[in-house]
């Protein structure tokens, strides 16, 4: 039975891509977990599998073999229940800025007056005021990911599954929505995955880390982070964290 802190549990997901004459492991022996309310970042080298296990928690695919729990929701049925924000922002390029950020309200049913709403109380935190009737064409690609990041975050899922959400945007706007999101989680938790590149990024938002293994990915490292939330921008300079820097580093090049 899984504890009811724990609102996600992965127990030994295999994942293999392609047939019999030319299959790539991909995920092998993957043992995960989430707490209720926590934010946990997976690192790892390019091509590991943390796509591949955000894409198998959201339900976009199956692992071969293992068990996955999501408390609260069946797992057949977790296509949908969870929040997913993938890499690339897959704006309809003929709705306009506000419409795609209400597109999953309406897909549930939401009038369009009240998506409208509350997407539109998104739009200044996000850098995004001004902009609401302009066409994904007219949008740098940092400003895209914003888009993407109100869409996803007003679906108002319990779990959240980020895909590198930052990675696009430049070095103070990543900043200024990372601490803003720190201090979303403190005012509305939420259990939350994030997959990331950035060693640092997954310090100053994360509560645990995961640090997989070149491919076929296995987890080889978790580390916790003794920094409390509320935390803002400042904690970087402390020597803790960079002795985390370095260690997180370390372990991602196998040294």
Not at 65 to 82: A, C, D, E, F
Not at 160 to 175: I, K, M, N, Y
């Given at each position: 039975m899984v504890s009811i802190d724990v609102k996600i549990k992965v127990t030994d997901v295999d994942k293999t891509i392609g047939g019999k004459d030319k299959s790539l492991p991909v995920l092998r022996g993957v043992n995960f977990h989430a707490l209720e309310g926590e934010v946990v970042s997976i690192l790892g080298p390019s091509g590991c599998g943390k796509t591949?296990?955000?894409?198998?928690?959201?339900?976009?695919?199956?692992?071969d073999?293992?068990?996955?729990?999501?408390?609260?929701?069946?797992?057949?049925?977790?296509?949908?229940?969870?929040g997913y924000m993938q890499q690339k922002d897959l704006l309809l390029p003929w709705r306009s800025v506000l419409s795609n950020t209400i597109l999953g309200l309406e897909i549930k049913g939401i009038s369009?007056?009240?998506?409208?709403?509350?997407?539109?109380?998104?739009?200044?935190?996000?850098?995004?005021s001004g902009f609401e009737d302009e066409y994904p064409f007219a949008l740098s690609g940092g400003m895209r990911q914003r888009v993407a990041f109100i869409r996803t975050m007003l679906l108002d899922s319990d779990v959240?599954?980020?895909?590198?959400?930052?990675?696009?945007?430049?070095?103070?706007?990543?900043?200024h929505l990372q601490e803003w999101f720190l201090q979303l989680m403190d005012s509305i938790p939420k259990t939350v995955v994030l997959v990331t590149h950035d060693v640092e990024e997954a310090i100053f938002l994360s509560d645990r880390i995961y640090v997989m293994s070149a491919r076929p990915g296995e987890i080889k490292e978790i580390v916790t982070i003794p920094f409390p939330r509320p935390r803002d921008f400042d904690v970087v300079g402390h020597d803790l964290f960079v002795q985390l820097k370095t260690q997180l580093l370390s372990a991602m090049r196998g040294t």
């Open positions: 591949t296990l955000l894409n198998i928690l959201a339900g976009l695919d199956e692992a073999t293992g068990n996955l729990n999501i408390t609260g929701v069946p797992t057949p049925q977790r296509l949908g229940s969870v369009k007056h009240v998506a409208r709403t509350r997407a539109l109380d998104y739009f200044e935190d996000f850098g995004l959240l599954l980020l895909d590198e959400p930052f990675s696009a945007l430049d070095a103070l706007s990543r900043v």
